[in-house]
């Protein structure tokens, strides 16, 4: 490849050479990159910037690293594969902060994963005020996450399991022996159960509501485990005659009461079937002796400035900010009383410690979160700010952070602070990679890599490496069209006003920051909802309008589409749904469904991926079994389902790939030696259609498999619409756990997209151009503008202005984050929000529209 005039010419450690990088799409990639620079890695959705940004440059320095450990060490880490390059010299240590959904236990929260919990834990021993004669606390005490500090009766959770009598007994008119206790077990044990409450006097023939309620008591709740005595073969009458005389019985019975049945199976179960059973008579509730707060009760009475240490981790954080400047200041004092000069000290150092740490949280965007935030309610760009301000206090220099795009979730006004950051960085020494599509963060690099000119196959080479001014010239990159003015750039046009007559209104809207809020929503437009990161867009739009309409409107309501799929998960760390108050009117008839089309996963197996979620998988199926070989040998469409016995691989299961257990290295995923990784057994890889099995077909990039069934309908509108939303580079067979949250989100709209548009139907989407280029942005927005051309409502949730720019109708939300946001600051259409007042939106969307406007009206 050829580099741009003025690269620079010094060998190590000034520049970073790749050589011969392959991994996933790229071709054999040649590039030289500066070291102690911002260095952009642009190109469309799938091009490969992640895989030259992680898969090789990441992966190459975690490997380097991993072979300077002890090997026994080795296998306590997550470790990547070795990338597949010929050498790449000149790579300091690197630091990867990607783009994941929150995840972690109960336990992982902003505060612990900041590490700041641990200042305000040292502030509140040190400095607190104690009750009169209670001893001192140490910093331990007063963490949920410990022996010393937990709540005893919750061990630090702040929800206990509880089975309500109500899920144990759903019908109180049946007996016993008829199954009223429908959590205990079938079969022989439920008998054996039966039979020991015969010996213990029970009637089981009586309806259990006329069972007396010192009894009911006892069997439900009992945590002793009595030995009875059992006669098989008996009827009750003799059963209580044999007790009564003390006859030899058939055998002893272990009894054990309903509720510690259903706790102990869902704690000792090996068998998976059994707990989930298990599950369905328990639910997640507030643990009655700490109320949630986790903590034990010499922790909780033990305050600063009047707050205990759960009051203050629920502040937002610029709050707690403010509070520790306060203490900083000459002249505090502590509640009114003079300290001892050493805790005076210790205070104003402790003060300052914890404003120095929460400042870059609060330069990042992050002011409006609070420090027992749960890590697993985060978006993906939250949890790396999160994660790159930590980096930013560990103060290190001459290392590499490799970021993915670090803009997401954020507004223009907050992304200006993210640059300032990611300039102290480089200043400090380091070398700054980062994936992005954000034209504005593009614009600050120092370096640009342009990866394309397509995605996937279309991909994988370098179109261009050098400074901005550079791109320009270069023909092939479809970034640079978005970049500078050229004549083949995308010339975009604002939107006709559209009839705005009917609306769905809200009125009285509460929910998280949200109080009393009123607002209305045009129908057959594309709406537009903007404001600061935390302001309550995603309350608004995903929480709070579905929740009322399905509410007010449910008799008159069609089909509702929900798109969370159940993760599995502990009910014991799933946050307790908040409700939404309010009321939404509107005329029904224009609100036939409501689509709703989050980040949320699609599915949380490799069992679950792209073909299947979309329904492709069936199609495909189906014309597999409709070739002559598979009809000679009887095959349906079953047979090409890697989920069943008759066509998967019997080694593998049909996943693909075997556990290796290693001694001294982490537990590793292979190929399956049977099916090489082809997930099926060899007959059923035998039936080709036009020259290519099954497996063939799953790893086929959706581009690759337009043209393979270009002369299939029932095929081509699946792939169309994952094509029109940026996926043309996914893989038919991509596991579901792979894809992002933003690619994700355009599967499902996909799925959608296919269907025959009726009209009136609402769709609701969150940042839908969340890792798209701006030219698959483009495309996206056009499919929308036809969704509401057919009759629909859009309405979004967005931080592109370009974007935005292009809506029918803008609701800015603010003007601040957390507490300082919850309001409408503006609403109209775009060239009216754009001239708002006291809208941080406003600048920004003002320079889109002016460019919007250039072109003519649309």
């Not at 005595?229 to 009458?237: D, E, N």
Request: glycine share 10%; hydrophobic share 40%.
């Amino acid at each position: 490849m050829g580099f741009a005039e003025g690269q620079l010419t010094a060998g190590p450690p000034d520049r970073v050479i790749v050589r011969g990088a392959r991994e996933h799409n790229l071709r054999g990639v040649d590039v030289d990159i500066p070291r102690d620079a911002l260095v952009a890695f642009t190109g469309v959705s799938g091009s490969g910037k992640s895989s030259l940004a992680f898969g090789t440059l990441y992966a190459e320095a975690q490997r380097r690293y991993f072979e300077s450990v002890a090997p026994y060490a080795r296998r306590l880490m997550n470790q990547v594969s070795p990338p597949d390059v010929d050498s790449v010299e000149g790579l300091p240590p690197a630091v990867a902060l990607p783009q994941q959904r929150g995840g972690g236990s109960a336990r992982s929260t902003v505060g612990s994963t900041s590490t700041i919990a641990n200042v305000v834990r040292m502030l509140f021993s040190r400095v607190g005020v104690y009750p009169e004669g209670a001893p001192m606390l140490l910093a331990e005490d007063f963490s949920a996450n410990t022996v010393q500090g937990a709540c005893p009766n919750c061990h630090g959770l702040g929800r206990v399991y509880e089975v309500p009598e109500s899920l144990m007994i759903p019908d109180a008119s049946l007996s016993i022996r008829d199954g009223a206790i429908a959590a205990w077990p079938t079969a022989w044990h439920g008998k054996q159960l039966r039979d020991s409450l015969v010996s213990l006097g029970y009637d089981i023939d009586i309806p259990w509501r006329d069972v007396p309620s010192e009894r009911r008591s006892w069997l439900l709740s009992t945590t002793e485990k009595p030995q009875v005595p059992v006669f098989t073969g008996r009827s009750p009458a003799q059963v209580r005659a044999a007790v009564a005389a003390g006859d030899e019985p058939s055998y002893m019975s272990t009894f054990v009461g309903v509720k510690r049945y259903v706790l102990d199976t869902f704690a000792n179960s090996k068998s998976e079937r059994m707990r989930e059973k298990a599950a369905a008579f328990m639910e997640s509730v507030q643990c009655p002796s700490c109320r949630g707060t986790r903590l034990k009760p010499e922790a909780l009475a033990v305050t600063f400035e009047g707050l205990d240490i759960t009051q203050l981790a629920a502040m937002p954080l610029r709050e707690l900010a403010v509070l520790m400047e306060r203490v900083l200041e000459p002249g505090w004092v502590r509640e009114g009383e003079a300290l001892a000069p050493e805790q005076d000290l210790a205070a104003r150092r402790l003060a300052g410690e914890l404003c120095a740490r929460l400042a870059p949280l609060s330069d990042l965007g992050l002011g409006y979160l609070s420090l027992d935030r749960q890590t697993g309610t985060l978006s993906g760009g939250e949890l790396q700010r999160l994660r790159l301000a930590n980096q930013l206090l560990a103060g290190l220099f001459g290392v590499v952070f490799v970021l993915d795009e670090p803009s997401a979730g954020l507004h223009p006004a907050d992304t200006e602070a993210l640059l300032r950051i990611l300039r102290g960085l480089r200043d400090r020494g380091n070398t700054v990679f980062y994936v992005e599509h954000s034209l504005d963060v593009i614009r600050e690099a120092d370096w640009i890599v342009d990866i394309g000119p397509g995605a996937g196959a279309s991909g994988g080479h370098i179109v261009y490496s050098g400074a901005l001014e550079g791109v320009r010239s270069a023909e092939e990159s479809v970034t640079r069209r978005y970049l500078f003015d050229c004549e083949d750039s995308p010339k975009p046009k604002l939107r006709e006003a559209r009839p705005r007559e009917q609306q769905v209104a809200l009125e009285g809207v509460v929910r998280n920051n949200i109080r009393g809020l009123s607002v209305a929503f045009p129908l057959g437009c594309l709406t537009a909802v903007t404001g600061v990161s935390g302001s309550g867009k995603t309350t608004l739009v995903n929480q709070a309008l579905p929740d009322l309409l399905r509410a007010s409107l449910a008799s008159e309501l069609g089909e509702a589409v929900a798109d969370e799929e159940p993760d599995g998960a502990d009910p014991m760390v799933a946050v307790a749904a908040e409700t939404t108050r309010g009321r939404a009117i509107g005329p029904a008839e224009r609100l036939t469904r409501i689509v709703q089309v989050s980040q949320a996963p699609i599915g949380r197996t490799s069992r679950s991926n792209v073909a299947t979620y979309t329904g492709l998988f069936d199609r495909i199926r189906s014309l597999f079994a409709a070739t002559d070989e598979a009809k000679r040998r009887r095959y349906s469409a079953s047979r090409f389902s890697f989920n069943l016995p008759s066509g998967r691989c019997p080694t593998c299961k049909g996943e693909g790939t075997m556990e290796v257990e290693l001694l001294f290295l982490p537990t590793v995923q292979a190929p399956c030696s049977t099916c090489g990784g082809k997930r099926y057994n060899a007959e059923t890889l035998e039936i080709e259609y036009e020259g290519s099995s099954i497996a063939d077909v799953l790893a086929m990039s959706v581009t690759e498999a337009r043209e393979k069934f270009a002369g299939r309908a029932e095929v081509l509108q699946h792939l169309d619409a994952l094509t029109d939303v940026g996926l043309g580079y996914v893989s038919l067979g991509q596991p579901a756990p792979e894809l992002s949250g933003g690619e994700a989100q355009r599967v499902k709209l996909a799925a959608e997209l296919r269907r025959a548009q009726q009209g009136d139907t609402l769709y609701l989407l969150d940042e839908p151009t969340s890792g798209l280029h701006p030219a698959d942005s483009d495309r996206l927005l056009g499919h929308l503008h036809d969704l509401v051309d057919l009759g629909n409502t859009v309405i979004l949730v967005e931080h592109d202005m370009r974007v935005v720019a292009g809506a029918d109708w803008v609701i800015d939300m603010g003007p601040g984050a957390g507490d300082e946001g919850g309001e409408v600051v503006a609403q109209g259409t775009p060239q009216e929000v754009a001239a708002a007042d006291g809208s941080a939106t406003a600048p920004y969307l003002k320079l889109a529209v002016e460019r919007l406007a250039a072109s003519g009206k649309r």
